[in-house]
């Protein structure tokens, strides 16, 4: 047990301190792609729905192809990929100039597609459970377009949305851990690297695990309280 204590501790004998910047890599992570895969997200969901043919076209080979592809192999595309096509871009200019990725930037950027391209279903869903009267009527008193978007149908959409997002937030905390193979000193990462070291496996992917898990149970809670924040801001029918 005192071992055991000593090894989770923080200073230089312990690994407490590489465990904590590890969580706080990952948290940083998701929180940084949750906002580019909802924005990316809804846009694609405007577009599956838009009149224009070619719009609805492109939305869906965009799903298509990111809920098809394993998140590694998206995330090995944008880190090596994406890296290798700027490279020789540049060279075309400068051919002595090298461009490397950033691995929190490529992480952002991989989970995010896959992250849009799920969310864009759960944006789609809730739209079309908004009934086209609440469209309607926000015309019929004189709102622009937008102004019916911003007063009348994005709170709605919130709302029936939210459980579906609150999924995937859960799907793109776990996926964060799939950056470790690109170098990024995640949860993941920061416990191999200790458990390497001290040939204590169990202890630390055991750590890892129970950290997932009360950030999986946290982010529960969180979200349990935006539901009946949304759901009391409701108006009576």
Not at 177 to 190: K, P, T
Request: hydrophobic share 55%; aromatic share 10%; charged share 15%.
């Amino acid at each position: 047990m005192e071992t055991t204590l000593k090894l989770l501790g923080f200073g230089a004998e312990g690994w407490g301190d590489e465990i904590a910047s590890g969580v706080l890599v990952t948290v940083s992570l998701a929180l940084a792609t949750l906002p580019l895969g909802l924005a990316v997200g809804f846009l694609i969901a405007l577009a599956k729905q838009s009149q224009e043919r070619s719009l609805r076209l492109a939305a869906n080979i965009y799903t298509t192809i990111f809920r098809g592809l394993p998140e590694l192999l998206t995330l090995f595309l944008v880190f090596y990929g994406v890296q290798l096509g700027l490279q020789r871009l540049v060279a075309l200019f400068n051919p002595g100039a090298t461009i490397e990725i950033n691995a929190f930037v490529a992480g952002m950027v991989a989970l995010g597609v896959v992250f849009s391209s799920y969310a864009s279903e759960v944006f789609l869903s809730a739209f079309r459970a908004i009934p086209r009267g609440q469209y309607e009527g926000g015309y019929a008193i004189g709102l622009s377009t937008w102004q019916t978007m911003r007063l009348v149908v994005l709170p709605q959409l919130v709302r029936i949305a939210l459980p579906g997002l609150s999924n995937l937030w859960l799907i793109l905390l776990k996926d964060t851990a799939l950056v470790s193979v690109i170098g990024l000193s995640d949860i993941i990462r920061q416990s191999g690297i200790a458990a390497r070291v001290t040939k204590e496996a169990f202890l630390f992917f055991g750590v890892a695990c129970l950290l997932y898990l009360v950030l999986a149970i946290i982010s529960s809670i969180a979200f349990g309280f935006i539901e009946r924040w949304a759901g009391r801001t409701e108006p009576a029918r």
